[in-house]
């Protein structure tokens, strides 16, 4: 992971901004570093290094290798013995991950004071609502957003030293796998603005109960400027209520903050009303209730009711950040999804659904929700994977999207990986015939799915491919889409 910082940053400097103490091998403290990176692979002259120690690799044990590579800058717990080269300077701090987020505190405290900034968290829908957000925000003004895995306690902070010091707003989305972390990060940036899209059942393998899932998302609310925002799904009843039904360790949002709720249910207490949800020429329609007046026909180009989550919190946010309901209009128009998340193609007669960044059981649904509504009187066929992160009630939540699979009337069901056969069972269960299930086993057998598919699609088909991200299910798509090409 490597960033480029905004503008260059002298060591004694970054050591001031971090909370660290400067220490000096035939360097000058007035020397300046450009990028900052976590892997030694990419450190040169003009890189601080950051050594993070982790579960299983400890960076400090990589700096060494950093050095043959140029760096001479190290940000770290300690120094090592011997120096990993003649001349190099060490900030060295009590907690390198800590110190990033010090790193991004003292930016945000400092010249990105006055810089609006909106953080996105939720079990499922993150990227798509900081995708959405960022569309809707780009009709008015100018958007720093960063693509891929910048979500985490390391990643975010980094993000945030890369902002443009002239940029207009920030749309920053966190991630989460265990409690403290959100925390962690949103006191480290500050935002105006935050909004949690729901509660699901992902990380429940760390956190327990859903519950406690909720507990670590609401954590968002801590780090909100004087006077933020907090924008919640109002539909969640752990979130609806603002955990008034936990039994302990109930989560308190600061004094000060507002709570708006977006509902598509109709709830009496929300603030954004979604309704009138059709679908036409390819997308979503909406009629949008805000709190001032109805904004009616909202388009999205994109397929199913999670979009229209997104499209309503975007929508408010425009609001909040001050546009006009042509600009919020024009930019919900103008979205498109990121990589690998709803990247609908049509190839030889074929429709190919590319969902596969990742998955839980609330994204597997509202995908194979969407598929229905794409492929309308077509032929739906679903090559479904493995979820993970999702403990002891695995088993139960793969069956219980077979069962959604079934009563949807699927017509042809492939399973990948040992849990997605429990989608499969769960499919059976419901009442599927089992002549439209086919179960196959992992990523050995990826080509030979393929193959099979290319033997039964035909033209008009839909497909809908999906799994967790680890479950790397695109290489299933690039293998058929190759065959569908030719």
């Known amino acids: 992971m490597k960033i480029t910082l905004a503008t260059p940053l002298a060591l004694h ?21 450009t990028h900052i990176c976590t892997d030694s692979r990419e450190a040169d002259g003009k890189t601080l290094f950051c050594a993070i120690r982790g579960e299983r690799v400890d960076g400090h044990s990589y ?23 003649p001349a190099c300077a060490f900030i060295v701090v009590k907690d390198t991950v800590k110190a990033l987020s010090a790193l991004a505190l003292s930016r945000r405290e400092g010249e990105m004071r006055s810089l609006p900034a909106v953080a996105i968290t939720g079990s499922v829908g993150k990227t798509t609502a900081k995708e959405m957000v960022a569309a809707v925000l780009s009709a008015g003004k100018s958007v720093f957003k960063k693509d891929g895995n910048f979500n985490s306690t390391i990643g975010l902070p980094l993000s945030f030293m890369e902002i443009p010091a002239d940029i207009e707003c920030a749309v920053l989305e966190m991630g989460m796998s265990s409690r403290g972390e959100i925390a962690a990060m949103t006191q480290a940036v500050r935002p105006n603005i935050a909004l949690i899209t729901n509660i699901g059942s992902s990380h429940l393998e760390y956190l327990g109960t859903r519950e406690n899932i909720a507990r670590a998302k609401l954590e968002v609310a801590r780090g909100l400027c004087e006077g933020g925002t907090l924008l919640i799904n109002g539909d969640e009843p752990l979130l609806a209520g603002l955990g008034q039904d936990f039994t302990e360790d109930r989560p308190i949002i600061p004094e000060g903050i507002r709570v708006l709720r977006l509902s598509l249910a109709g709830a009496e207490n929300a603030d954004y009303q979604a309704s009138n949800i059709t679908f036409r020429d390819g997308g ?6 805000t709190p001032d007046g109805v904004w009616r026909g909202l388009y999205i180009p ?10 309503g919190f975007a929508a408010a946010v425009g609001q909040l950040m ?29 429709t190919v659904m590319e969902d596969c960044y990742n998955a839980a059981p609330e994204s597997m649904k509202a995908a194979l929700s969407a598929l229905s509504l794409i492929a309308g009187s077509h032929r739906r066929v679903a090559v ?54 086919r179960i196959t086993g992992g990523k050995d057998t990826y080509e030979a799915t393929a193959t099979y598919l290319k033997s039964i699609l035909r033209e008009g088909d839909h497909v809908l491919f999906k799994a967790s991200r680890s479950m790397a299910l695109e290489t299933v798509v690039e293998a058929l889409t190759a065959g569908l090409n030719t």
């Open 284 to 289: 979503m329609v909406f009629d949008l209730t």
């Open 302 to 311: 994109a397929v199913g009711q999670h979009f229209i989550w997104a499209g």
């Open 13 to 33: 400097t970054l050591a001031a901004m971090a909370g660290g103490e400067l220490f000096l091998y035939g360097t000058s403290e007035q020397a300046a570093v």
């Open 63 to 85: 700096m060494g290798k950093a050095a043959e590579l140029g760096g001479i800058a190290f940000l770290c717990e300690r120094i090592p013995d011997p120096l990993p080269s």
């Open 322 to 350: 001050g546009l006009h309901e042509g600009q919020v209009r024009e930019g919900l128009a103008s979205y498109r999804p990121a990589a690998m998340r709803q990247n609908i193609r049509r190839i030889g007669g074929i």
């Open 384 to 437: 479904l994977g493995d979820m993970k992160e999702l403990g002891e009630d695995t088993v139960a939540l793969h069956r219980s999207v077979g069962e959604f699979a079934a009563e949807g009337g699927l017509d042809l069901l492939i399973t990948v990986g040992e849990l997605g056969a429990e989608i499969a069972a769960g499919a059976k269960e419901a009442g599927m015939n089992p002549d439209t299930i």
